[in-house]
Nanobody, 116 residues
Framework: VQLVESGGGLVQPGGSLRLSCAAS????????MSWVRQAPGKGLEWVSG????????TYAESVKGRFTTSRDNAKNTLYLQMNSLKPEDTAVYYC??????????RGQGTRVTVSS
């Protein structure tokens, strides 16, 4: 499993970012995927999930209505559109092949910092 996240960076509160995750080494189109994050000094938090076909998405209450997960199976790519960002969204974001709790199923992460 190889997952490479990109798109993180520094953004002001209220701003937007779009994360991408390029997948390889497994059959992306038949696997459910997730986004998880780890804020400084805190544990891993599940953020969002999407089924293999992309038609079913789920979100943590903390991001519901602000974040949107999508996927392009033709490009083996997972996306996370993040709008109305808050300082508490500051974290390293990881994409993961389900089950996301396995370290070997996660990428190296991309850092998102929300600050003025």
């Amino acid at each position: 499993v190889q997952l490479v996240e990109s798109g993180g960076g520094l953004v002001q509160p209220g701003g937007s970012l779009r994360l991408s995750c390029a997948a390889s080494g497994f059959n992306f189109s038949i696997n459910g995927m997730s986004w998880v994050r780890q804020a400084p000094g805190k544990g891993l938090e599940w953020v969002s999930g999407i089924n293999s076909g992309g038609g079913i998405t789920t979100y943590a209450e903390s991001v519901k209505g602000r974040f949107t997960t999508s996927r392009d199976n033709a490009k083996n790519t997972l996306y996370l559109q993040m709008n109305s960002l808050k300082p508490e969204d500051t974290a390293v974001y990881y994409c993961a092949k389900n089950p996301w709790a396995l370290l070997s199923n996660r990428g190296q992460g991309t850092r998102v910092t929300v600050s003025s």
